[in-house]
């Protein structure tokens, strides 16, 4: 068996666990948590049916519209306190049903290109939005600094490379071209999180997190805490799961129908980059 090395630090004080179904290392170095032991046809898999099969949560999310606008108009307005968005070209990786590309379209006249690896939620966002879609593999291709600005909104946890998705992304930026994205941060104010693959296979910190993005060749320009904004009827319900209080199912339902933009933030364990190519 060969010895595990740190994927970013290049450590090789790994601690390492087996789980059923894959193994969990920590690094001592950086203190990078990551999976591995999962099948890709396994992970292809797992995102064919990820907005339809109430996996972690996720076949509300097109009934979260609104609170997923709110947080990616704020999300848009960041991006726009480094780099210049009007009429530029973005691509968002991990796009999802494309409402982050359709705000910024709005708002700054973005030309909007998505890559998502769910067929379904890729469909409408090329149908509803005119967003031109990407192939998840090889988006960089023939793009070499094409685009003025990209998001990885919650997406970089979910991929089994970092490194290979992150150089992809300084490969198809132009100079000066500015990253967003957020993840878990494993060490924030809030460090609480579930390990559960085949879903979340990296969990970073800032430090780390850091580290890599330098090493892709690209410049820190903000690290923060991200608290982004949860719908009041899927938190409830999620709280319901959590605290196994299956009375509140019923009470979220009512919510969601009587006033289904309520939303308020909560304070998570997320972080926000912007980072920017020199």
């Not at 609480?192 to 410049?219: D, I, S, W």
Request: net charge positive; with cysteine.
């Amino acid at each position: 068996m060969n010895t595990p090395v740190c994927p970013i630090c290049k450590d090789v004080r790994i601690t390492s666990s087996d789980r059923p179904g894959f193994v969990l290392h920590r690094c001592r170095g950086c203190k990078l948590v990551w999976v591995s032991g999962i099948r890709e046809n396994e992970i292809t898999a797992y995102y064919q049916t990820y907005f339809s099969e109430n996996q972690d949560g996720n076949a509300d999310y097109r009934l979260d519209e609104a609170c997923h606008r709110k947080n990616a108009r704020e999300l848009i307005g960041r991006a726009a306190s480094f780099a210049n968005l009007r009429n530029a070209d973005v691509l968002e990786v991990g796009c999802a049903y494309g409402f982050l590309l359709d705000e910024a379209g709005r708002r700054f006249g973005c030309r909007p290109f998505g890559a998502e690896i769910n067929p379904e939620a890729a469909g409408f966002a090329e149908k509803e939005f005119a967003i031109t879609l990407l192939d998840p593999s090889s988006f960089a291709e023939n793009r070499e600094g094409f685009f003025d600005a990209a998001f990885l909104i919650g997406t970089l946890e979910h991929v089994p490379d970092p490194r290979k998705l992150l150089g992809s992304l300084f490969k198809c930026l132009k100079p000066g071209g500015i990253l967003v994205l957020t993840t878990i941060d494993t060490a924030g104010p809030l460090p609480v999180y579930a390990v559960k693959p085949p879903e979340h296979l990296h969990y970073f910190n800032r430090k780390n997190l850091g580290l890599l993005l330098r090493q892709t060749g690209f410049e820190i320009r903000s690290i923060k805490m991200w608290t982004p904004r949860y719908s009041a009827h899927r938190f409830l319900r999620l709280l319901a799961g959590l605290l196994r209080f299956k009375r509140w199912v019923p009470l979220s339902e009512v919510i969601r129908k009587k006033n289904p933009e309520l939303s308020f933030r909560v304070p998570s364990n997320e972080q926000l980059v912007i980072a920017q190519k020199r």
